[in-house]
């Protein structure tokens, strides 16, 4: 099949060296996208006032198809929020203290609990969640400030956000830009994701172990006596028993929610807007319970709490997903019909393009989409790059001509492994000031087992293909 590759092709490629290349330098890409827009729309129109609607066009098509990603993350972040403030996040994580009593229990209980409250919460709220309460038990069994920084980063930012099974924003953001089912996408990660997970957090304690024996990570008393004064200081707006009943109910709410998806066959938005829902409904019934007659005003708040997180952390997302929304059926609905008959979109055309000259090979797809989605992590959000990550998954997989599923998720798990709070010491932060450690020493403890991980994982890739 011969396709008509045009200006507006070849601009493309050029704005995603562009963004790779800025991204590398550790700088910010916006400016960068909206000049491509800017750019390809004036190409293909030769409209000057048409190119500069077009930016403001693709930017409302973004966050139209990001919304309900961002509100439903906002709405938790509201309702953890809730919890933390009230203790109840105290009482539903106690039961586990019986469970660690030396370094190794800690590492893997706080891990663990960690990649399963981030499957729901997703990881900055869990650390908030768990840190406060979890922490000084992990000390006082004998893990390292570090080591729990460590456990928390690849369980949670790691292992959980890479997958994102629940609230499915990142396969969201690769399935679009792959142009793919999102089902496709989660479905392919599944082995990936524990692959990479398994061999990482293995790897990790085995490198913690070695230095604590060697006596190179030490516990400090100061850090434990100031996580005591925290839970001490914490404010007392329900009853013990009040704490009790909803640390039992928001369990089981989200247990059912988790059958809910399973027996009605709930995936993508209508599994987002069940867990958005519930979050909705704990949120308001905590609020109101613990805030009696000032619940209403507390409501607003916590909301306007939530909602500023999660434009905060999708404003870098908008503008690059904005731009690779044209790759593919975007391009109409932003610009409108000035593609080639002929074209199934700037991506695919560049993929059936590269097919009839270039004889790639699920080998060297595997290890190309591992290094752009690495190199699109570096700058530290994890998300901004993954659409990235998705667009060149279909140029390859189109190319290959199979293994599109495969490739995208070995992307996206490369991207927030790197860039989604394990690698990149700026994206460490949230870790790294609860556990009172440097986020530069955090991400130089996690260079050798995330490395690791991704060798492998994408040696299975190339098996999966």
Same mark, same amino acid.
């Given at each position: 099949m011969i396709v008509e590759l045009t200006a507006l092709h070849w601009i493309y490629v050029v704005f995603i060296a562009l963004i790779i290349g800025f991204m590398v330098m550790r700088r910010d890409t916006t400016i960068v996208c909206i000049a491509g827009i800017f750019l390809i729309a004036l190409t293909a129109t030769g409209s000057l006032s048409h190119s500069i609607s077009s930016i403001f066009n693709s930017f409302s098509y973004a966050i139209t198809e990001l919304l309900s990603t961002i509100l439903v993350i906002s709405i938790i972040v509201a309702m953890s929020n809730t919890l933390t403030s009230t203790g109840i996040n105290a009482v539903m994580i +106690?039961?586990? =203290? *019986?469970?660690? =009593?030396n370094p190794t229990l800690a590492y893997w209980t706080i891990g663990i609990l960690m990649m399963v409250i981030s499957w729901f919460f997703w990881p900055s709220p869990a650390v908030a969640l768990i840190g406060a309460v979890l922490l000084p038990v992990a000390y006082e069994a004998g893990l390292p400030a570090l080591g729990t920084a460590m456990a928390m980063n690849l369980f949670g930012h790691g292992?959980?956000? +890479?997958?994102?099974?629940?609230?499915?924003?990142?396969? @969201?953001?690769? +399935?679009?830009?792959a142009g793919i089912p999102i089902q496709d996408v989660i479905n392919a990660s599944v082995p990936l994701v524990f692959t990479m997970g398994i061999v990482t957090t293995v790897a990790a304690y085995f490198f913690l172990r070695r230095d604590m024996k060697r006596g190179v990570l030490k516990i400090t008393d100061s850090v434990i006596q100031d996580n005591h004064v925290e839970e001490i200081n914490q404010?007392?707006? %329900?009853?013990? /028993?009040q704490k009790r009943f909803f640390a039992i109910l928001v369990p089981l709410l989200f247990a059912a929610d988790v059958a809910a998806m399973t027996m009605l066959d709930l995936t993508g938005g209508d599994a987002t807007a069940l867990i958005g829902g519930t979050s909705i409904?704990?949120?308001?019934?905590?609020?109101?319970?613990?805030? *009696?007659? @000032?619940? %209403?005003? *507390?409501?607003?708040? &916590?909301?306007?709490?939530?909602?500023?997180?999660?434009? @905060?952390?999708?404003? $870098?997302?908008? !503008?690059?997903? /904005?731009?690779? &929304?044209?790759?593919?059926?975007?391009?109409?609905k932003i610009i409108g019909d000035f593609l080639p008959k002929a074209s199934q979109g700037i991506v695919n055309d560049l993929g059936v393009a590269l097919a009839n000259v270039v004889p790639l090979s699920k080998e060297v797809g595997a290890v190309t989409l591992t290094a752009v989605g690495a190199i699109t992590g570096l700058d530290g959000s994890g998300f901004s790059?993954?659409?990235?990550a998705g667009s060149v998954a279909a140029l390859f997989g189109a190319a290959i001509g199979k293994g599109i599923a495969t490739l995208t998720a070995l992307g996206q798990i490369a991207a927030i492994w790197v860039g989604g709070g394990v690698?990149?010491?700026?994206?460490?932060? !949230? /870790?790294? /000031?609860?556990? *009172?450690?440097? $986020?530069?020493?955090?991400? =130089? =403890?996690?260079?050798?087992?995330?490395?690791?991980?991704?060798?492998?994982?994408?040696?299975?890739?190339?098996?999966?293909i």
């Open positions: +106690s039961p586990f =203290r *019986k469970l660690i =009593r292992i959980a956000l +890479s997958g994102d099974f629940v609230i499915q924003a990142a396969p @969201k953001l690769t +399935s679009d830009a404010p007392e707006l %329900l009853s013990v /028993a409904l704990i949120l308001l019934l905590i609020t109101l319970t613990s805030h *009696k007659n @000032k619940g %209403l005003e *507390k409501t607003t708040q &916590y909301l306007i709490e939530g909602f500023t997180f999660g434009f @905060k952390v999708f404003g $870098p997302v908008i !503008p690059i997903a /904005a731009f690779f &929304y044209l790759g593919d059926a975007g391009f109409g790059g993954i659409s990235l690698l990149v010491p700026w994206a460490l932060i !949230p /870790a790294a /000031a609860i556990c *009172k450690v440097d $986020p530069f020493d955090l991400a =130089r =403890r996690n260079l050798v087992p995330v490395c690791i991980g991704l060798v492998v994982t994408t040696i299975v890739a190339m098996f999966l």
